[in-house]
C-alpha cells in the first residue's frame, strides 16, 4: 500500500467513513505507528480550528498526560465487543435474572432461619406435631364452657403462656395491648404459618390479613380441631 | 459500512489490551471534550483537568462499553457528569488561591498548572496554529475548501457531501483528503518548528 493510499485511508476512518473491515487493520497500525498518530492528531487540531473552538489549545499536552496516566492503569480485562453477537441483548436480562435469583435465595434462607429460630413455639401450636399438649388443656374444660365459650377465651385456654426469653413472632407484630383477645390471633398465625407450605400463598395471605385486620375466621378455625382430637383419643 | 466503525475497532483494540489505541481515541476527541467541559468552567487549564479525569474514567470503564451508542456519545456523558461533580467538589471545598503562600503544596500545584497552560508561548501557539490553518485554507482551491468545510464546519456525511457538490462519494473523499493534506503540510511544520514559524512559512 503507498503511503498516499494510507493517508487517504487515514482521512477517511477520522470523519468515520472507511469500511469496517480497512478500519481494523488500519486501527492496528495507528495504534503502534508514532507519525501515523502524529497525522491523526493535527487533523483532530484542524477541525477544531475550522469550527472555530476558542479557548481551547490546539497544542495541548492532554493527550501526552492521558497516555501517561493510562500507561499507569492495569489492562482492561473484557472480551473484545463483537466476541459474542447479541450480548448487548442478552445481558441485561442475565443481569436481571441474576439480581432476582440472588433475592430469592436471600429471602429464602432468611425465612428457614427464622423458622428454625422458634420451633418450639410452632410445634406447640401444631395439633398434629404434638397432639398430647393440646388435648389435656381442651379435656380439662367443662362441655358447656366449650360450647359457650368465646373464642378469645377458649383459644387462651389452648395457647401455651409465653415465656420472658422467647423470641416474638415474625409474622404478627409484638402486641400492643395486653390482653386474651390479641393472642389469639398471634397464635393462629403461627399456626398458618407452620402450614403455610401446603397452601398457595394468595391464600396465606388472606388468612394472615384476615387476623391482622381484626377479622373473625378465628371462632371456626380453632373450635374445629379441639372436638376431633378429643373424640380421637 | 458499519456507522462509528473506526471508533469500535479501535475500543475493541483497547478492551485487548491495547493502550496505544486509547491514544488515538484521546488524539481525536480531546478538543471536543475540552470544549464540551468548558461550558461548566471557565478555565481552560481546570478544563483539561477535567477532561483528563474523564479520560481515564472512560478508559476504566470501557470494558462495560458494549457498542450500544455511539462511543462519543458514551464519552461525551462521562465528560459532562466529571465536569458536574467537578464544579460540586470545587464549590463545596473552595481552593485558596493566594498564591503568596509558599509553603503551601497546593499553590505550588496551582502555580505550576497556570505556568503549563497559561503562558503566553502557550497562546502564541494555539494562535499560530489557527493563523496557519486559515491562511492554508484560504489558498486551497474552492471544490478543495468547500469538501473540507462541509466535512469539519456542517458535519455532513460523505454522501451528503457527494449529493450538495454533485460528484461521487469517492471524489469527496480524495478531495477533503486533498485539502487535509494541503492543511497538513503547512501545520507540521509550526508543529515541528515551534513559535514564529507561522510568519516564515505565511
Redesign the interface.
Known amino acids: 500500500m503507498s503511503n498516499e493510499e494510507l493517508e487517504s485511508q487515514l482521512s477517511a476512518m477520522f470523519d468515520d467513513e472507511l469500511p469496517a473491515s480497512e478500519c481494523e487493520l488500519l486501527a492496528r497500525r495507528l495504534a503502534r505507528d508514532e507519525q501515523l498518530r502524529a497525522r491523526w492528531g493535527r487533523y483532530a487540531a484542524i477541525g477544531a480550528c475550522l469550527r472555530g473552538e476558542h479557548g481551547v489549545r490546539l497544542e495541548s499536552p492532554l493527550a501526552s498526560r492521558v497516555s501517561a496516566a493510562i500507561k499507569q492503569e492495569p489492562t482492561p480485562s473484557a472480551s473484545p465487543l463483537q466476541a459474542s453477537p447479541g450480548r448487548g441483548f442478552m445481558t441485561p436480562w442475565m443481569t436481571s435474572l441474576g439480581g432476582v435469583a440472588t433475592a430469592a435465595a436471600v429471602a429464602a434462607v432468611a425465612i428457614l432461619w427464622m423458622r428454625s429460630e422458634s420451633p418450639p413455639q410452632i410445634a406447640q401450636l401444631t395439633p398434629a406435631a404434638n397432639p398430647a399438649a393440646h388435648a389435656p388443656a381442651v379435656v380439662a374444660a367443662p362441655a358447656t364452657e366449650v360450647a359457650n365459650a368465646t373464642v378469645p377465651t377458649a383459644v387462651a385456654a389452648t395457647a401455651r403462656p409465653r415465656q420472658p426469653r422467647e423470641p416474638d413472632s415474625y409474622v404478627v407484630p409484638a402486641a400492643t395491648t395486653p390482653g386474651p383477645v390479641l393472642m389469639a390471633p398471634t397464635e393462629l398465625a403461627n399456626y398458618i404459618v407452620a402450614h403455610s407450605e401446603y397452601s398457595g400463598p394468595l391464600m396465606r395471605r388472606n388468612a394472615l390479613s384476615a387476623l391482622v385486620g381484626g377479622d373473625s375466621p378465628a371462632p371456626q378455625l380453632t373450635a374445629q380441631p379441639i372436638p376431633a382430637v378429643v373424640t380421637g383419643k | ?24 481515541l ?7 471534550v ?2 464540551l467541559v ?1 461550558r461548566y468552567v471557565r478555565n ?1 487549564a481546570e ?2 483537568d477535567i ?2 479525569d474523564a ?2 474514567k472512560a ?2 470503564a ?7 451508542s455511539a462511543f462519543y456519545t458514551w464519552l461525551y456523558r462521562i465528560a459532562i457528569n466529571t465536569a458536574k461533580n467537578a464544579v460540586v467538589a470545587r464549590d463545596r471545598n473552595p481552593v485558596d488561591f493566594d498564591l503568596d503562600m509558599t509553603n503551601n503544596e497546593e499553590s505550588y500545584e496551582m502555580q505550576g498548572r497556570l505556568k ?2 497559561e503562558t503566553p508561548e ?1 497562546l502564541v ?2 494562535d499560530e ?2 493563523t496557519t ?2 491562511a492554508a ?1 484560504a489558498n486551497l482551491p474552492d471544490d478543495l475548501r468547500t469538501a ?2 462541509l ?3 456542517e458535519g455532513l ?2 454522501e451528503e457531501i457527494a449529493a450538495t457538490m454533485d460528484c461521487p462519494v469517492g471524489t469527496v ?2 478531495r ?2 486533498r485539502a ?2 494541503a ?2 503540510g503547512r ?2 511544520e509550526v ?1 515541528e518548528g515551534g513559535l514564529g514559524r507561522a510568519e516564515e512559512i505565511g
Open positions: 459500512m458499519t456507522a462509528d466503525a473506526s471508533d469500535l475497532s479501535l475500543v475493541q483494540r483497547v478492551q485487548r489490551g491495547d493502550k496505544g489505541a486509547f491514544d488515538v484521546v488524539l481525536k476527541y480531546q478538543h471536543k475540552v470544549k468548558m481552560p478544563a483539561e477532561a483528563q479520560f481515564i478508559y476504566r470501557l470494558p462495560q462499553f458494549r457498542g450500544d503549563d497552560s502557550a501557539l494555539t496554529i489557527r490553518v486559515n485554507i473540507i468545510v466535512r469539519e464546519l456525511s460523505y473523499r480524495s477533503i483528503f487535509r493534506e492543511i497538513d501545520l507540521r508543529f
